[in-house]
């Protein structure tokens, strides 16, 4: 996201490695702007997330905050 416009709506995934997509998914999109979709992807434990890049950038931060406060442990990849 670092090449387009803070205004220009894409669509990324986000890999979690403490946490479960399913269970930050809702916290992440309280923070979202207008154009929000989350996805929560249990299987990989990815987060897919489209808004405007401006948001998404902002985002990164507290996602990566949320994943290292979580106690739970999320599955290894592909184990479900």
Not at 4 to 15: A, M, S
Not at 33 to 47: D, Q, T, Y
Request: net charge positive; hydrophobic share 45%; proline share 4%.
């Amino acid at each position: 996201i670092r090449s387009w416009g803070g205004n220009d709506i894409v669509t990324v995934t986000f890999r979690l490695k403490k946490a479960r997509a399913t269970d930050v998914a809702a916290d992440v999109e309280k923070q979202m702007g207008a154009f929000k979709k989350v996805v929560p992807m249990e299987r990989s434990n990815l987060l897919l997330l489209q808004d405007r890049v401006a948001t998404l950038r902002r985002l990164r931060k507290t996602i990566a905050r949320l994943d290292e406060a979580s106690r739970g442990a999320a599955p290894p990849a592909g184990t479900i």
